[in-house]
């Protein structure tokens, strides 16, 4: 049997992802912060301003992510004035200029057990 090692690194990934090589990883999971919220923890993206920057962090994660790995990115768009704020769909277009694919959606479930 295989055993799986995992560390948790506290901090910004931008930071965390240059200290690993180019194709480390076979996947990676993320869930930022969504534009305006946790403003106590991260000091809050405002909308018009997340795409500038989660580009360089998706870089890394593009570099330090095996060919053959997958991205998952759990993102919420945001409702300002009334209107769905189209970051979340600039987002998705300037990561495919970077070189990701995209698929849309995964579902994950989340099983009870008792």
């Known amino acids: 049997?295989?055993?799986i090692k995992s560390n948790i690194h506290f901090g910004d990934c931008l930071e965390i992802l240059a200290t690993y090589p180019d194709n480390f990883f076979d996947?990676?999971?993320?869930?930022?912060?969504y534009a305006d919220s946790?403003?106590?923890s991260y000091g809050g993206i405002k909308p018009d301003?997340?795409?500038a920057w989660f580009l360089p962090r998706a870089q890394q994660m593009l570099r330090v992510l095996k060919p053959t790995g997958t991205?998952?990115?759990n993102i919420k768009e945001k409702v300002v004035d009334g209107e769905r704020h189209t970051y979340v769909i600039e987002l998705?277009?300037?990561l495919r200029k970077q070189g990701w694919l995209w698929t849309e959606e995964f579902i994950w479930v989340r099983l009870v057990l008792a």
Not at 27 to 33: E, G, N, Q, V
Request: net charge neutral; charged share 20%; no cysteine.
């Open 27 to 33: 996947l990676i999971i993320t869930s930022p912060p």
């Open 92 to 94: 998705i277009l300037e």
């Open 38 to 40: 946790r403003a106590n």
């Open 71 to 73: 991205f998952i990115l």
């Open 49 to 51: 301003d997340y795409v």
């Open 1 to 3: 049997m295989q055993k």
